[in-house]
């Protein structure tokens, strides 16, 4: 997918120590609750944008295909790669990401990259993967999928017996795979003899999305579920329509005031003083509970950003 481009790329800022070791503890899960998409397949796919779509609704944020890589390009022809211009994408829709090191010397970097990526689902933070597709031969990956859990008994480090969740952006159920299952060589002969889908063993790509800007510390926080799995692809000539969807809230104390402020603009959103903000409308409400659900209808070709703080926050 990125050819000769990912030369160009900026220094990724995701490390990992490579240090840590399995210790002996029950197997636990790690899920996190976001339901998978269906991508656009124009223009070379539009696999990033779908990825950054299903993780920016686990924190508050419906962005479509469209207006996502409008970010970078909006004639649509340059298309949202890991290690190039995903970062850019993210920040602009304040969302905070880090990136996994690609530039590192080691030439065998899967062991580690799935460690990083374990340490990250483990703080409930998705993760943009890459991986090479049977058929294909882009040298640096072919497509972008988001990591949504695992099984493991260690929480930090690779274990060939671990299973990884992920999106794949054309399955409406979630994939699972088992880690020592998921590396191969661009060759795809080994464990790409039987599957569709293998993260690159060598040189590996991910951005693991960590949270919302918000330099007030107060927001809290929402997150955003829809009633389908897809949008209309207005690139294959679909017409947009309204997305019925809930807006949820937690972390809420019963009897407290809150505002829930939305934005149809990515370029409206503060990182603070949210009261005094260019929202497109808000919802006050005093919490009767420590979570609160309002269903709202959204656009979507566009950009709706939720953010919910104290009363005069």
């Known amino acids: 997918m990125l050819g000769t481009a990912i030369g160009a790329a ?4 995701g490390t990992f120590s490579g240090n840590l070791t399995a210790a002996t503890a029950p197997v636990t899960t790690t899920s996190l609750p976001i339901p998978p998409r269906l991508q656009w397949d124009e223009l070379n796919g539009y696999c990033g944008e779908c990825s950054i779509q299903q993780a920016a609704l686990y924190f508050g944020t419906y962005v479509s295909q469209y ?11 340059s298309q949202l790669l890991v290690g190039v211009n995903d970062q850019a994408v993210l920040s602009a829709l304040r969302l905070k990401c880090v990136e996994f090191n690609f530039n590192q010397a080691s030439n065998q970097q899967f062991a580690g990259y799935f460690g990083w990526v374990k340490q990250h689902l483990r703080l409930n933070r998705p993760v943009m993967i890459t991986a090479y597709v049977k058929g294909l031969g882009d040298p640096d990956y072919d497509h972008i999928m988001l990591a949504t859990g695992f099984i493991s008994s260690n929480s930090a480090s690779y274990l060939p017996t671990d299973r990884l969740f992920f999106n794949d952006c054309f399955n409406p159920v979630r994939n699972t795979r088992i880690a020592s299952t998921l590396p191969d060589t661009r060759r795809m002969r080994v464990n790409g003899a039987r599957y569709e889908y293998c993260i690159p063993a060598n040189v590996c790509y991910g951005c693991a999305i960590t ?22 692809d207005v690139m294959a000539g679909e017409a947009p329509t309204m997305l019925a969807g809930t807006v ?5 104390t019963p009897g407290n005031s809150y505002s829930l402020y ?12 949210y009261a005094r903000s260019n929202h497109s409308s808000v919802v006050n409400f005093v919490a009767n509970s420590r979570t609160a659900t309002f269903p709202v209808t959204l656009v979507s070709n566009g950009v709706a950003v939720f953010r919910c703080l104290p009363a005069g926050k």
């Open 67 to 77: 207006a996502c890589r409008a970010i970078i390009n909006p004639n649509q022809k």
């Open 262 to 273: 939305r934005y149809n603009s990515h370029q409206n959103v503060p990182t603070t003083d």
């Open 248 to 252: 949820s809230v937690s972390g809420l």
């Open 10 to 13: 900026c220094g990724a800022s």
């Open 211 to 232: 949270g919302i800007q918000d330099t007030s510390g107060a927001a809290l926080p929402v997150r955003i579920q829809l009633a389908d799995w897809s949008e209309p």
